[in-house]
């Protein structure tokens, strides 16, 4: 048998080698002796069960279904393939105690997961997946045959969506959304948010031109992710027809990227920071601000300027989920385009976050390029970029401990500020510029990060970067 370790999100495998159905089984089996020996007061004994657009997601599903179903749990399966954030919300809607979905996320074609969900609705947190691996095949896999189940009331087929299109229409002003008249397009890489704008839409002024919203467990060939690589037919589409704005969501519609109306790349962290401004500025909101270490400085810079707690965290939205439980938070980011919103649920939502953007412009009534430059001009300019290269893991640690104790003095020609060596190491400087290096969690890959005032700046902190893993 395969073996089998959870990330810091549950499982994921490529289909056929490891990812079968046998091994989906005993993740399967393996949860349901978790949920079983460690009920949570206030949940029901039932749980949520989606997927995405991948190959076989959905025949995933049914099995992860049934043996839930076998270990006594009532269970909701979606009827069609279905965004990551929704399966969150029916897990907390519903009192379940957990979640489970069948996605690979942005991870390419050839790969699925199990995504583990907490009774709070949200990624369950590392403990919880490490206790699930320690519970493989502790008992042999007990099933009940789809057709039993739902004959049994056992397993209940039906679509959640309409429930989570309610909560998200809650967030933000609805009805000025509605009579705006804005016409947006919507990158759906292939994935699972195709025609999530359209139906959440329907009936308003607004129009959605929906792009790559086709059925293809290929992804056309791309890694189903927002970023700008991904965006060269759309973009080239828009230039020729132009929209008000252009949202993305990856493939299981949990995180936002973007785009003009003409097709020019906006990053995640310009997407962050025109939220963070309509929160604070149009919706007159306070409270902490979360963000992950690889987030924009001026983020920052925002919440001194507006007077917002801050609270940086490690990479990865476990971290930030932790933090949107608690009181008083405003909002919470990551660089990868997740963003979470507190009052719906602990957890990235594309879908959400998409709503959110077309409220700031409904409210403004400005192109993004606009916003985006009255902010740069209060605020400076900020550039970003990031790089993965090859390093052994034998060396990681070695590589950390010396950046830790032999950081540089300046970055370019701004004195360093600070040292963050809670997750990977991170150099500040004086201007705010900065630089960052963190290994992968199980691949022999380097993530090198930099921020900096010009495209040129971040190429020469990156390249300082690279010359400091050939120290070690």
Request: net charge positive.
């Amino acid at each position: 048998m395969a073996e089998i370790k959870f990330g810091t999100d549950g499982w994921r495998a490529v289909i056929a080698e490891d990812f079968t159905f046998a091994n989906v089984e005993r993740v399967a089996q393996a949860t349901a002796d978790y949920w079983n020996e460690n009920p949570v007061a206030g949940t029901e004994k039932r749980a949520v069960v989606g997927y995405d657009r991948r190959f076989l997601s959905d025949q995933f599903a049914s099995r992860v279904a049934e043996v839930l179903a076998g270990n006594g749990f009532q269970v909701t399966l979606t009827e069609e393939a279905t965004p990551t954030p929704a399966v969150s919300f029916a897990v907390k809607a519903q009192h379940a105690i957990g979640g489970v979905m069948i996605t690979a996320s942005h991870n390419p074609p050839a790969f699925n997961g199990f995504k583990l969900k907490a009774h709070y609705g949200g990624s369950a947190d590392p403990s919880i997946c490490q206790a699930v691996e320690k519970m493989l095949d502790k008992n042999p896999v007990r099933t009940m045959a789809l057709g039993e189940a739902k004959r049994a009331k056992r397993i209940l087929v039906k679509s959640i969506r309409p429930a989570h299109y309610a909560a998200v229409k809650k967030l933000v002003n609805f009805p000025l959304i509605a009579k705006s008249k804005l016409r947006f397009a919507h990158e759906a890489l292939f994935g699972v948010g195709a025609g999530c704008f359209n139906e959440l839409l329907a009936g308003t002024s607004c129009r959605v031109t929906t792009l790559n919203g086709n059925h293809d467990p290929n992804f056309g060939g791309i890694n189903p992710e927002p970023i700008q690589k991904n965006y060269v037919t759309s973009s080239a589409f828009l230039k020729k027809h132009p929209h008000d704005i252009c949202l993305v969501t990856d493939g299981d519609a949990d995180r936002v990227g973007g785009m003009d109306g003409r097709g020019n790349y906006l990053t995640t962290h310009q997407l962050i920071c025109l939220l963070l401004h309509h929160y604070v500025v149009n919706r007159k909101m306070k409270g902490r601000v979360i963000k992950a270490l690889t987030t924009t400085s001026m983020v920052d810079k925002m919440c001194a300027a507006y007077g917002l707690d801050l609270v940086e965290t490690g990479v990865g939205f476990k971290f930030i989920c932790t933090e949107l439980m608690k009181p008083n938070v405003l909002l919470g980011f990551e660089e990868s385009g997740g963003i979470g919103f507190p009052g719906h649920i602990p957890e990235r939502d594309g879908i959400a976050a998409g709503l959110l953007l077309l409220e700031l412009l409904a409210t403004e009534r400005k192109s993004v390029n606009q916003l985006l430059a009255k902010l740069e001009k209060q605020f400076g300019p900020h550039r970003y970029n990031r790089i993965d290269t090859h390093f052994p893991l034998e060396k990681r640690g070695a590589l950390m401990e010396f950046c830790k104790t032999n950081p540089p003095k300046k970055l370019l020609n701004s004195p360093l500020a600070c040292v963050k060596s809670f997750d990977g190491v991170k150099f500040v400087s004086e201007d705010g510029s900065w630089l960052m290096l963190r290994g992968s969690g199980t691949e022999p890959i380097l993530r090198i990060y930099a921020e900096g005032k010009s495209d040129g700046d971040v190429a020469k902190l990156l390249q300082l970067g690279v010359s400091l893993t050939k120290r070690v």
